[in-house]
């Protein structure tokens, strides 16, 4: 019989390095460890200095302990709340993209000895990001969090998206992804070796730094450019390719030793920890909610009756610590976990938009950071052939009327501002709206029945609790509407907000 494993035991007394701690999906791990693992001995947070020169003591300070992550141990433990702060938060300032996180040789060493285990969560997740940016966030920072892994022999957990099975098709399992399209080498130990790969993207991004001088000029090449190398390799965008490549160096450099992939499909609002539908920030669906609620877009392009898989946060941060529990207590191994739930729950493309929908013409005025109006137009989805001929229209239309106003001295036809977020929308996140696989988790919950019933409620993956009615119609919609906007200031101000552009914030785990 395999030994019970133990969430407290196997953390207790331990010190846990976390990265990307800014970000959504971290603060929800962290949040999760200080209220239910009250024995963990400390806290590292690797925090990059600030643009103006606040170091990460400074950064914890202003961005992450004022979170309203934090609102339920606040009221509930506030004196402890303060302690653990003041007496468990390590805060180091350093750069994950830079070797030895650009400390002194002998920092770094010190901060391998004391460090138990590495949750690494950096990362950039904007889906059209320069390439060079990308690889440097994505995947180059891999092999300096494994080098201090390795020098101190602690445990990774290296967090990714389901998402690195990219143009591949049909049933996807907790395994190693192969490429769908181009064949990269592939080690005897399993990996993917990027050796040439890496450096043929390195030329790439040197030829192009040499040819354009313009900064703007620039990151607009070298974002076409890492877009063409994902979908020549076989995967949708930068985002996707680069978290891959991580995934490969990660398992690389741990050969023999203690990893797990953790990888989360798309991220929203927590299910019930630390409270119904936290949220930080707009997400990849909530975008399309968002550009719906202000009148921005009424079309996308999408497969409505396939699978789309959409997981709570707390579902995640769980995920991650059952996986930190087990790297800590079960033999030395690499282990891939989805935390997902379209294997055993799923909800298709279709039923959610007609429930977000419904719940929006009912009760928009309950969203009155949302919802300015209440919504005039039903939510289309259509095929991508007919979306383009729409577009088409749609901007033939709209420039002739913009014409229009400008002969008559008016300004900007609001309709162009609208045909420009729906293209936007659909250039970044129609892939994810049309998906072509279904990820499974029986790893994940096979994991889960090694702990015992009380960790398993207090850690719950159990995509099946979820009632997606409940969950997209009032906890979802309620946590976006408070966490996530801001709060109107003044009447007058009303309008002047609602015509303004959308901006889609991509980036969640900085």
């Known amino acids: 019989m395999t030994p019970a494993l133990n969430v407290q035991a196997a953390l207790s007394g331990k010190r846990v390095l ?34 103006n020169g606040a170091d990460a003591r400074q950064r914890f300070e202003r961005d992450i302990a004022t979170s309203s992550i934090f609102d339920r141990l606040r009221a509930e433990r506030p004196a402890y709340l303060a302690r653990f702060f003041a007496e468990r938060i390590e805060c180091i300032t350093g750069e994950v993209t830079e070797p030895g996180f650009g400390l002194p040789i002998t920092a770094f060493n010190a901060l391998a000895r004391r460090v138990d285990l590495i949750i690494n969560a950096a990362a950039s997740v904007n889906f059209r990001e320069a390439l060079d940016e990308a690889l440097a966030i994505n995947t180059i920072s891999v092999q300096n969090i494994t080098e201090l892994a390795r020098a101190g022999h602690a445990p990774l957990i290296q967090v990714s998206t389901c998402y690195v099975n990219g143009y591949n098709r049909g049933m996807m399992y907790e395994q190693n992804v192969t490429p769908a399209r181009a064949a990269i080498p592939r080690h005897a130990d399993g990996h993917y070796d990027l050796y040439g790969l890496l450096q043929h993207l390195k030329h790439r991004i040197a030829a192009l730094r040499a040819e354009v001088r313009d900064p703007e000029e620039l990151t607009r090449r070298l974002t076409d450019l890492g877009i063409a190398e994902a979908n020549y390799h076989g995967w949708n965008d930068t985002y996707t390719f680069t978290k891959w ?54 079309v996308f392009p999408a497969r409505p009756n396939e699978v789309v898989d959409i997981v709570p946060a707390d579902l995640v941060a769980n995920s991650i610590v059952l996986a930190s529990a087990e790297a800590l207590q079960a033999p030395a191994a690499t282990r891939i976990y989805q935390a997902c739930t379209g294997s055993s729950n799923p909800v298709t493309l279709r039923r ?44 033939i239309c709209a420039g002739s009327w913009n014409a229009v106003r400008r002969l008559l001295g008016a ?72 966490y996530a906007l801001r709060p109107r200031a003044a009447k007058a101000a009303q309008e002047e907000v609602a015509a303004t552009p959308i901006t889609i914030q991509a980036r969640q785990q900085a």
Request: charged share 25%; proline share 4%.
């Open 411 to 482: 300004g900007e036809s609001p309709r162009l501002e609208a045909l420009r977020t729906t293209q936007l929308l659909a250039l970044t996140f129609s892939f994810y709206t049309a998906p072509r696989y279904v990820f499974h988790n029986d790893r994940l919950q096979a994991l889960a029945q090694r702990f015992s019933s009380e960790d398993r409620a207090r850690y719950s993956v159990d995509a099946g609790a979820i009632d997606w009615s409940e969950y997209l119609c009032r906890i979802h919609m309620t946590g976006l509407n408070r």
């Open 245 to 298: 490549m991580g995934e490969q160096l990660a398992m690389a450099a741990m050969r023999g030793r203690p990893l797990t992939i953790v990888r989360p499909s798309i991220i929203e609002s927590t299910l019930q920890e630390p409270a119904p539908g936290w949220i930080e920030g707009v997400k990849v669906a909530d975008a399309i909610i968002l550009a719906y609620a202000r009148g921005k877009t009424s």
């Open 18 to 51: 976390i990265t990307g701690s800014t970000g959504f999906l971290a603060k929800v791990v962290l949040e999760k460890l200080i209220r239910s693992v009250p024995d963990i001995g400390r806290i590292v947070l690797l925090i990059r200095a600030g643009h």
């Open 352 to 395: 959610v938009i007609d429930l977000i929908q419904g719940e929006s013409q009912r009760n928009w005025r309950q969203y009155e950071r949302l919802f300015y109006h209440q919504p005039k137009h039903d939510f289309r989805v259509v095929s991508r052939p007919l979306f383009l001929l729409m577009l088409r229209a749609m901007r």
